[in-house]
């Protein structure tokens, strides 16, 4: 069974085939000569958690700050709640939380409350103060005396207060030890479970996927290479592994390639193809992500010497946006 199938934590949205309440095609942003985003396509339907994963520099930040409109796209399209996301009115509707918290630091969350609730038509003060108790922030500290975890708890908090229909979190888990990133992450889930409310939150961890999304969206090199839930992830890729051969002259042989991936009509990719400890190790792919049912019949098929085995998540997120070894001769 695989991690991600084994875990409680992982559900599925309540609102599997609710309409997108953000919807990106073909989002191009280039800096001069450097292309940060090309040709970026996600879809993020209302009520889900939606998990936005990548390396550092595979242009989750950009396509955060194209959403809020801090920068503007070179081409592409971007719809919030079904229109063109073009003035304010509908990023009202979003709560934002940033990368880095920079408030004033001589400002309370009392006074800062005070501060943002005149940006938002929708404030709704006791909201706001429900969550701060809620999170535990004393309300008459100044913020530069607060951890970085009580700045991001504090952040949130702002970006609730309003009742948002869609909240965007970039990266906000950077720089907070592990517990934080956990009661952070459990909080926003609950938030969302509560209130039915639509989270786009972007990470490079893969545990963060795990504890909190419904479905991902995985982008690299400015691109979307994967968009699913987390269970059909799971099921996209596998190991295979045989031990080599003996040549008879002391020298190993590796095994041949099972004849099953030769086969165009299976729809498989092989991605990784190397010798670790005595044995061959092929790392394949579903080109349509039907793993499960692919895999299920490939392993009646196959020889007794290689043995199938599942990838836990954060191995399969690794092989997907690594670059492919040279495969070997076969």
Known sequence: MS???????????????????????????????????????????????????????????????????????????????????????????IGYVAQEQNFYGWMTPASLGRFVRGFYPSWDDTTYQDLIRDLELPTDRKVRTFSGGMKVKLALALALAHHPELLVLDEP?????????????????????????????????????????????????????YEGTVRELASRMWSLRCRQLDAGDGQPLPPPLPAFLNDPNRGLRLLQDHIRDGERQLIVETADGGGGEVKLELELESRDDWLFEELPLEKIFIEMVRKPLRQRNT
């Open 3 to 93: 991690d991600a199938e084994s875990s409680p934590l992982i559900v599925e949205p309540s609102t599997p085939n609710a309409a997108p309440i953000l919807e990106i095609r073909g989002l191009v942003k280039r800096y001069g000569k450097v292309e940060a985003l090309s040709g970026l396509d996600l879809s993020v339907r209302r009520g889900e958690v939606y998990g936005f994963l990548g390396r550092n520099g595979a242009g989750k930040s950009t396509t955060i700050r194209s959403i809020m409109g801090i920068t503007k796209p070179t081409t592409g399209s971007i719809e919030l709640f079904g229109q063109s996301a073009t003035g304010t009115a509908a990023r009202q509707q």
């Open 173 to 225: 888990t950077a720089g907070l030890d592990p517990v934080a990133r956990h009661e952070f992450l459990e909080m926003v889930r609950d938030q969302a479970e509560r209130s039915g409310r639509t989270t786009f939150f972007s990470t490079h961890l893969i545990d963060e996927i795990e504890l909190a999304a419904h479905r991902v969206g995985i982008v690299d090199g400015g691109r979307t290479l």
